[in-house]
């Protein structure tokens, strides 16, 4: 059984940072572009980034291009998301998913993990 | 960047319907048209990719059509448990991008 499981959103300051974590299980993970999907509180779905496969090729949104940066451990079947410069703007709920192999819309979603920026 | 745009943005209806959500794109993304299901407080569920394909255990009262820019969701006999928000989203260039998403509520 495909599992995504996220972590480590939390409380945040604005310009702080924080890193989100996605441990992932029952497939093979260094098989599959990885990506991370946002929703702010009441909004709809924001793609925000992907990696691929091996790690080489990273792709974002312009909301939080050179804010974000998104890595990969192949080794420990885990994704990150290293969130620096954060605004209030980037309070949402963030998803970890997984491509769908050939393709790049989304199969399988984590439950998400919430990101509140205030002081 | 591709904008989608979906239509309308809520719907009510009722068990038995047959209910129909349009998507479009503002360029061409071929058939590489994903849709969503999202409960609330929950993560969504992919439905559809590549515009008519059904994932794995969807089940068959839904389909998904067009290529281009113009594309449809539609549920041919609303159940219960079909009450939720949809979304589409183009998976032909990045960024990635999703409709606004269409609140479906029982009438």
């Known amino acids: 059984e495909v599992q995504l499981v996220e972590s480590g959103g939390g409380l945040g300051q604005p310009g702080g940072s924080l890193r989100l974590s996605c441990v992932a299980s029952?497939?093979?993970?260094?098989?599959?572009?990885m990506n991370w999907v946002r929703q702010a509180p009441g909004k709809g779905l924001e793609w925000i980034s992907c990696i691929s496969s091996s790690g080489s090729t990273t792709h974002y949104a312009d909301s939080v291009k050179g804010r974000f940066t998104i890595s990969r451990d192949n080794a420990k079947n885990s994704l990150s998301l290293q969130m620096d410069s954060l605004r209030a703007e980037d309070t949402a709920v963030y998803y970890c998913a997984r491509d769908k192999y050939g393709y790049s819309s989304t199969d399988y979603w984590g439950q998400g993990t919430l990101v509140t920026v205030s002081s | 960047d591709i904008q989608m745009t979906q239509s309308p943005s809520s719907l009510s209806a009722s068990v038995g319907d047959r209910v129909t959500i349009t998507c479009r794109a503002s360029?061409?993304?071929?058939?590489?048209l994903a849709w969503y299901q999202q409960k609330p407080e929950k993560a969504p569920k992919s439905l559809i990719y590549?515009?008519?394909t059904l994932e794995s255990g969807v089940p068959s009262r839904f389909s998904g059509s067009g290529s281009g820019t113009d594309f449809t969701l539609t549920i041919s006999s609303l159940q219960p448990e079909d009450f939720a928000t949809y979304y589409c989203q183009q998976h032909s260039a990045y960024p990635l991008t999703f409709g606004g998403g269409t609140k479906l509520e029982i009438k």
């Open positions: 029952g497939f093979t993970f260094s098989s599959y572009t």
């Open positions: 590549a515009a008519s």
């Open positions: 360029r061409d993304i071929s058939s590489s």
